[in-house]
């Protein structure tokens, strides 16, 4: 009977004690004036920090973007001495004037004057990185398929001048290029390259990284770009010399595309909820981009639809040290509204009649 006595006298002193100790603590984090949301940022802060990538060193951003446009003293036509300055991007080496993402394009782009392109990514089912934009082959060929379904065997004959404008131009026809064979072709003409990475699989990160090692120049002409942050996060971890940016565009969750005010375009998901998601998901992470995750990832540009560019989101990216570029820009007043008045960068998909590269 004592022992029993004793055994609830003493769990009754443990618990005044911890109760007595909780209530100390308690009144030192609310009486000293730290609240609770003070010590949540600093776990916050420390988390980013931790997981943070920083930015590459700035001699390879300047190698591979130039000089800054908005930092000309004019306008962004101006010459900046001898130093590159990158104001206009064939966008898929300039899908207008000849096949896109195919060497043709890159040669033209460079025959024109432009020094800078842009290419889009895919893996086929064999895991090959070919230059392809869409996820499956109908737009460009005409024929029915999903690239990551196919092996390269599959689809290197395949004539992506199928559907273009100026098919009559191209009697030869035109084939999917190989990105090994596209990076080399833009580092043998001193061209500057987006990379666009179209490829949700993560077997892309050791891709590109393979690449990386095996043409070190790309670390002065080579830009690595996707609207997937997780997959840029992955690079640039492992490799944090690499110059990255993210691309946004608005619905990029919930729509298949973005058509600006002609019409909303087909919903990503047919299912009611998870459009609702996707909805929801957008809206935060808007409200993340330009405040933790260009941060954690260390990005050097933002590639952003022009119904969204303006003054504001300008200097808000400028005060981050990222630079801005818009897409598509393909009108002449279009051009000359970005490039003379807003002095960013702009990606364009025809060089006719091009002014300012």
């Known amino acids: 009977m004592h022992r029993i006595i004793e055994l609830i006298l003493n769990s009754a002193l443990l618990w005044i004690f911890l109760q007595v100790l909780l209530s100390v603590l308690i009144t030192v984090l609310y009486e000293f004036c730290i609240p609770w949301i003070v010590w949540g940022s600093l776990i916050i802060v420390i988390a980013l920090r931790l997981t943070r990538v920083s930015p590459p060193p700035m001699k390879f951003v300047q190698e591979v973007l130039g000089v800054n446009p908005l ?13 590159y300055c990158m104001r206009v991007v064939a966008h898929r ?20 004057g432009c020094n800078a392109i842009e290419l889009d990514i ?10 392809f934009h869409d996820p499956t082959i109908e737009r460009l060929t005409g024929q029915t398929g999903t690239v990551s379904e196919m092996t390269w065997e599959e689809l290197r004959e395949l004539d992506i001048t199928y559907n273009h404008p100026l098919r009559d131009k191209f009697s030869d026809g035109e084939r999917i290029a190989l990105l090994e064979d596209a990076l080399q072709e833009c580092l043998n003409s001193e061209q500057r390259i987006i990379i666009d990475i179209k490829e949700a699989r993560m077997d892309i990160v050791q891709i590109i990284l393979d690449m990386y090692k095996k043409y070190p ?12 942050p997780i997959i840029i996060y992955m690079i640039r971890k492992k490799e944090p010399r690499i110059v990255s940016s993210l691309a946004w565009r608005p619905y990029y969750f919930s729509r298949v595309s973005y058509t600006g005010l002609v019409a909303p375009s087909a919903a ?19 409200w993340l981009l330009s ?25 808000q990216w400028y005060d981050r040290d990222v630079r801005v570029m818009t897409w598509p820009v393909n009108r002449p007043s279009e ?4 490039s003379r008045l807003f002095k960013i960068t ?12």
């Open 71 to 83: 930092l000309l003293n004019k306008d962004n036509s101006e010459k900046h001495k001898e130093q």
């Open 93 to 112: 080496g300039g899908g207008l004037d000849y096949p896109e993402n195919s060497l043709l394009a890159f040669r033209n782009s460079k025959g024109k």
């Open 122 to 131: 895919r893996l086929t089912k064999d895991n090959i990185p070919i230059l």
């Open 217 to 228: 120049k790309l670390f002065e002409r080579g830009l690595v770009s996707s609207f997937n």
């Open 268 to 286: 990503r998901f047919h299912n009611p909820f998870k459009h609702l998601a996707a909805c929801v998901l957008e809206i935060l992470y808007e």
């Open 291 to 315: 405040r933790f995750v260009y941060y954690i990832i260390g990005i050097s540009a933002i590639i952003l639809h022009k119904d969204i560019v303006n003054p504001r989101v300008i200097e």
């Open 335 to 338: 051009k000359t509204h970005f």
């Open 346 to 357: 702009y990606l364009t998909d025809t060089l006719h009649l091009e002014k300012d590269m």
